[in-house]
Protein backbone atom coordinates (compact mmCIF):
# COMPACT_ATOMS: atom_id res chain seq x y z
CA UNK A 1 0.00 0.00 0.00
CA UNK A 2 0.86 3.64 -0.02
CA UNK A 3 2.80 4.94 2.49
CA UNK A 4 2.26 8.98 3.14
CA UNK A 5 1.79 11.76 5.35
CA UNK A 6 -1.77 12.55 6.43
CA UNK A 7 -1.06 15.72 8.35
CA UNK A 8 1.65 18.50 8.58
CA UNK A 9 1.74 20.90 10.62
CA UNK A 10 3.92 24.45 10.57
CA UNK A 11 3.96 27.07 13.13
CA UNK A 12 5.29 30.75 12.69
CA UNK A 13 4.60 33.39 15.29
CA UNK A 14 2.17 31.46 17.36
CA UNK A 15 0.01 31.16 13.01
CA UNK A 16 -0.87 27.65 12.66
CA UNK A 17 -0.78 26.79 9.04
CA UNK A 18 -1.95 22.77 8.21
CA UNK A 19 -1.53 20.25 5.09
CA UNK A 20 -4.21 17.72 5.30
CA UNK A 21 -4.21 14.69 3.26
CA UNK A 22 -7.13 12.30 2.97
CA UNK A 23 -8.62 9.43 1.22
CA UNK A 24 -12.66 9.41 0.13
CA UNK A 25 -15.00 7.37 -1.23
CA UNK A 26 -15.65 7.51 -5.16
CA UNK A 27 -19.23 8.03 -4.34
CA UNK A 28 -18.43 10.99 -2.44
CA UNK A 29 -18.54 15.13 -3.32
CA UNK A 30 -14.54 15.57 -2.93
CA UNK A 31 -15.28 19.13 -3.19
CA UNK A 32 -17.80 19.33 -0.17
CA UNK A 33 -15.84 16.67 1.82
CA UNK A 34 -12.79 18.48 1.62
CA UNK A 35 -14.47 21.93 2.50
CA UNK A 36 -15.98 20.28 5.58
CA UNK A 37 -12.81 18.80 6.92
CA UNK A 38 -11.30 22.51 6.15
CA UNK A 39 -13.78 24.19 8.13
CA UNK A 40 -14.20 21.28 10.74
CA UNK A 41 -10.21 21.19 11.59
CA UNK A 42 -10.21 24.85 11.39
CA UNK A 43 -12.80 25.69 14.13
CA UNK A 44 -11.89 22.72 16.66
CA UNK A 45 -8.06 23.70 16.86
CA UNK A 46 -8.96 27.31 17.00
CA UNK A 47 -10.78 26.49 20.03
CA UNK A 48 -8.80 23.83 21.18
CA UNK A 49 -5.86 25.48 21.34
CA UNK A 50 -6.44 29.47 21.01
CA UNK A 51 -3.77 29.76 17.88
CA UNK A 52 -5.02 31.15 14.93
CA UNK A 53 -5.11 28.90 12.35
CA UNK A 54 -3.84 30.40 9.07
CA UNK A 55 -4.46 27.98 6.69
CA UNK A 56 -5.99 24.33 6.36
CA UNK A 57 -4.79 22.74 2.64
CA UNK A 58 -6.76 19.21 2.26
CA UNK A 59 -5.52 17.51 -0.72
CA UNK A 60 -7.56 14.14 -1.44
CA UNK A 61 -5.16 11.71 -2.26
CA UNK A 62 -6.80 8.72 -3.02
CA UNK A 63 -10.26 7.89 -3.99
CA UNK A 64 -11.24 4.23 -3.14
Same mark, same amino acid.
Given at each position: G %???KAVHVTEKNGAV &???IHIKI?? =?ANAK?? &?EAVQTNIK? %??Q =???GNAITR !?? !?TVD? !??
Open positions: %KIY &ALDYE =SQV &AE %KL =SMT !VN !VD !VE
